[in-house]
């Protein structure tokens, strides 16, 4: 049974464009999310986080968007760029925990 | 500071040997991570552990050992190994926020 799912497996988004990715999750007791990014034969790097308390988060370009009663997260990435295409997997884990359970991944591609 | 490092990048190994994976990292973290990357099915946990001298399942444990050495080395040991063992291995540890993943290593196994 998969807790977070990461629907689209590819993107494709013009440079210059808003770039959304989709995550779903379905274990209430989940209660931080993040979003990594990973290029090919690397490690994946975090990239933003969100707590439950928020519904927003803001890191330059990249924003997290929660909504708890729907069990969904998105990043929004604006504008897009060339470099930004990567495989990018959400992740989430429960209060006082330290597993953090991933989803499946969505490969974004930035078209110039 | 080499952040998270992992041996070997690239193992061949036949069915029924056994090896060991290892994790150092140098930023005094206390949580350690083992994950496998397979096509479809995005990283999942094999084992954990919070802090030295503890270690707990993940979502995929079986067929896998682990070994919190000491605060820097979390090591991943196949005891015998399998196809289905075929996979890209990646380490972490965490900072309070997010994680910081190894480079990975590449294990096929026939």
């Known amino acids: 049974d998969q807790q977070v799912k990461q629907n689209s497996p590819s993107l494709s988004v013009q440079e210059g464009r808003i770039s959304i990715l989709n995550c779903d999750y379905t274990?209430?007791?989940?209660?931080?999310f993040l979003w990594y990014k990973k290029y090919p034969a690397e490690g994946p790097t975090f990239l933003i986080s969100?707590?439950?308390?928020?519904d927003k988060n803001e890191d330059g370009r990249f924003t997290v968007f929660l909504n708890k009663s729907a069990k969904h997260l998105s990043l929004h990435i604006v504008p897009s760029q060339p470099g930004d295409s990567a495989v990018y997997f959400c992740?989430?884990?429960?209060?006082?925990?330290?597993?953090?359970?991933f989803g499946t991944g969505t490969r974004l591609k930035v078209l110039a | 500071n080499a952040g998270v490092t992992q041996t070997p990048k690239f193992q061949v190994l036949k069915t029924g040997q056994s090896m060991t994976l290892q994790c150092a990292q140098d930023m005094n973290h206390n949580s350690m991570y083992w994950y496998r990357q397979d096509p479809g099915m995005g990283l999942r946990l094999i084992y954990y552990s919070a802090s030295e001298g503890t270690t707990d399942k993940g979502e995929v444990p079986n067929g896998y050992n682990v070994s919190r050495l000491n605060k820097r080395e979390f090591s991943l040991r196949l005891e015998s190994a399998a196809p289905s063992q075929t996979s890209v291995y990646f380490c972490?540890?965490?900072?309070?926020?997010?994680?910081?993943f190894g480079p990975g290593t590449r294990l096929l196994v026939l």
């Open positions: 992740a989430a884990s429960g209060s006082g925990t330290y597993k953090y359970i």
């Open positions: 972490a540890s965490s900072v309070p926020i997010g994680s910081i």
């Open positions: 969100i707590s439950s308390i928020k």
């Open positions: 274990n209430s007791m989940f209660d931080y």
